[in-house]
């Protein structure tokens, strides 16, 4: 269980949240240290618990007795989520490989790959009313694999037949419309890449270092390549009458979530989404079809998209009235908050990690930010005394994560590193005490949304890395 | 002979032939594709979402009595017999009364009572997605009589007021003027 200063000050509404992720992130450390036991990377920048099975093919005596013997090992060891389990050869080059297509035609990862979106604890949540962290302390360049994409539910994952499926587009429009996804697919498409933020990431960090991990601190982002047909070719097929002004979508899950939008967003950068990473949308991403709000927070991004009503004020639904708002310490809520503003984070070193010794590290993380593109990232390795530029991975793409490499040579003592990021509009991330500053610590469930301070990871001189505020 | 600027030529006509010919085959509209199809009144009569002003709001009525059964029924699994809210494996629910002058404390409370500014919000939600078991099951009239219930407990209403869809966009909610629109970019990160 979580120890219990980590909870002091918060509301009860608040406590078992923080307390089911706190939970949760143990739970998942554990198994990570129990798959170390015996094995010689425990030591490593990378910890992957897959490697144990190496040992188990090569015979050791130790993994194989805890999977019950040599024999019957591979009949009773479960694969990794998304794995095929198959016995590895002590030399690939001396026996055939795997046939060919004998998968069905779709792919798996390796074995040996364990990086996984895990849940809060239970009663924190309940598992249709909750929400995964993407695994970004394992992640490479910007795209976020389609199965570790974080999720948010309000009451479970909708499965849905995309022949029975519709579009909607009807209220003040000269034409309403009804789309099947065949008709949505005959429209001129358009694919960008960008990322999806819950409006409550981070939101564990205002008082404390309390999550030890990046994946818990920072895994309701992810990114990803959509595809579908922008919201302005439905707005000039349906007409819209004039004072027009909101839109209000909605999904047909069970939670039949709506949000109201301003049309200006729609008409900005609206995408009526089926395509994700170049195949259709994931079902827990709102097969088959999902509204982009590019930069917006992640719960306006409605999946199992069914219908757009256009008005001319919105709705006031309970999302954006009693869950989505700001409390401020004065009693009063922030509404509407749509963007995401500028933010990053280093995902390597990050905490729970441990660098082997002194020497040449790669610094790496994500910046991104809701208003365009990452201008420009600095890093500190002195808790923000000074501050260097970071590479930036070309392309920089607007409303999109930015990968930033940073070389650093480690000289053994205790430091401190940060990243800030600098978006195009010259914004520049905050520090947590700039932050707090305006916002408050007052509104425990109030101000906890829209967290977006500089991130602090302290290494140790021993090479252990955590999580503090600096 | 086939020269490069002939492949050229041909290649742009194509290019301005795929912005202009689909709408062209649907009916000689140039400005529109015309895929899909007009919905019918019934497809969208099935639809709701109810604003602060009522639109939309069906027939039926609901009392205070008839809504404590359903939410003696429905509800106080999760939410508590007392609507106090619960926290266990299954059965999460909010706390839904109570908490009025906390917002601007050190530990605010917020509730359909304290914190949610529009009646409607409360008939809409609870039409649909709650149960959180069975979304939408409940009637009209049901609905009506569970947000009676709700209203009457947070002493909003009297519990003998009946509510339908005259009634509930005049209840004036506690905290119906807390809320601002987002203030953002911060000035003070600009100093």
């Known amino acids: ?470 | 002979m086939c020269t490069l600027k002939g492949l050229l030529l041909a290649g742009l006509a194509a290019a301005a032939a795929s912005f202009a010919l689909p709408a062209l085959a649907e009916g000689g509209d140039p400005d529109h594709y015309g895929f899909g199809t007009t919905p019918s009144p019934e497809e969208l009569s099935r639809f709701f979402a109810i604003p602060p002003d009522g639109a939309g709001l069906p027939p039926g009525k609901g009392s205070h009595g008839e809504g404590e059964k359903v939410f003696a029924e429905s509800c106080a699994a999760c939410h508590g017999e007392k609507l106090e809210g619960i926290a266990k494996p299954q059965y999460l629910g909010d706390k839904l009364i109570g908490g009025r002058g906390t917002l601007a404390s050190a530990a605010p409370v917020k509730t359909v009572e304290s914190y949610w500014p529009y009646a409607t919000t409360l008939f809409d939600y609870v039409k649909r997605a709650m149960p959180f078991n069975a979304p939408g099951s409940l009637t009209d009239d049901q609905v009506y009589s569970v947000v009676a219930y709700i209203l009457g407990e947070a002493n909003i209403i009297p519990k003998t007021e009946t509510i339908d869809a005259h009634s509930l966009p005049q209840v004036r909610m506690p905290n119906r003027d807390g809320f601002f629109r987002d203030p953002r970019p911060e000035l003070e990160l600009y100093r």
């Open chain 1, 1 to 470: 269980m979580a120890e219990p200063d980590l909870l002091a000050g918060y509301d009860e509404e608040t406590r078992p949240i923080i307390a089911g992720m706190i939970a949760a992130e143990q739970r998942a450390l554990a198994a990570r240290k129990a798959a170390l036991e015996d094995c010689e990377c425990r030591e490593g920048m990378f910890p992957n618990p897959g490697r144990r099975r190496v040992l188990v093919a090569a015979g050791s005596a130790v993994a194989a007795a805890m999977l019950g013997g040599a024999g019957a090992a591979w009949a009773q060891a479960k694969a990794p989520a998304g794995a095929v389990l198959r016995e590895v050869p002590a030399d690939p080059t001396k026996e055939q490989g795997a046939p060919i297509a004998e998968d069905g035609g779709y792919g798996s990862r390796s074995q040996f790959e364990t990086a996984t979106r895990w849940r809060p604890n239970i009663p924190a949540t309940t598992p249709f009313s909750s929400w995964t962290m993407s695994p970004l302390d394992q992640s490479y360049g910007v795209v976020t694999p389609s199965g570790l994409h974080f999720e948010r539910h309000h009451n479970g994952i909708a499965t849905i037949d995309p022949a029975r499926h519709f579009l909607f587009i009807h209220g003040m429009v000269e034409r309403p419309k009804k789309y099947s996804m065949a008709d949505l697919k005959r429209f001129p498409s358009a694919s960008r890449m960008h990322f999806i933020e819950c409006a409550g990431n981070t939101l564990t960090e205002w008082k404390q270092p309390t999550l030890k991990t990046v994946q818990g601190t920072h895994g309701l982002l992810s990114t990803s390549e959509w595809t579908g047909v922008p919201f302005a070719t439905l707005a000039r097929e349906v007409g819209l009458q004039p004072g027009a002004a909101w839109v209000l979508a909605e999904g047909s899950d069970a939670a039949v979530m709506t949000r109201s939008i301003p049309l200006d967003k729609l008409l900005t950068d609206g995408l009526i989404a089926y395509g994700q990473n170049g195949e259709a949308i994931r079902p827990e991403q709102g097969y088959p079809l999902r509204l982009i709000l590019p930069g917006w927070q992640g719960n306006m991004h409605i999946k199992w998209l069914r219908r757009l009503e256009v008005s001319d004020k919105p709705y006031m639904t309970r999302e954006e009235t009693s869950k989505y708002t700001d409390l401020m310490g004065n009693g009063k809520a922030r509404q509407f908050t749509f963007v995401m503003d500028a933010k990053s984070v280093i995902t390597f070193p990050s905490g729970e990690m441990k660098l082997p010794g002194p020497g040449f590290y790669e610094v790496t993380g994500l910046a991104w930010s809701g208003h365009g593109r990452v201008a420009r990232v600095e890093v500190s390795t002195d808790a923000g005394k000074s501050w260097s530029l970071a590479a930036l991975q070309e392309p920089v793409q607007p409303i999109c994560t930015t990968r930033f490499r940073f070389p650093w040579f480690w000289d053994g003592q205790p430091a401190v590193l940060q990243s800030r990021c600098v978006d195009e509009t010259g914004y520049i991330q905050p520090t947590l005490k700039e932050l707090v500053a305006i916002r408050g610590l007052a509104g425990p469930f109030g101000s906890i949304y829209h967290f977006n301070a500089i991130q602090s990871w302290a290494v140790a001189a021993d090479g252990s890395v955590s999580n503090v505020h600096a």
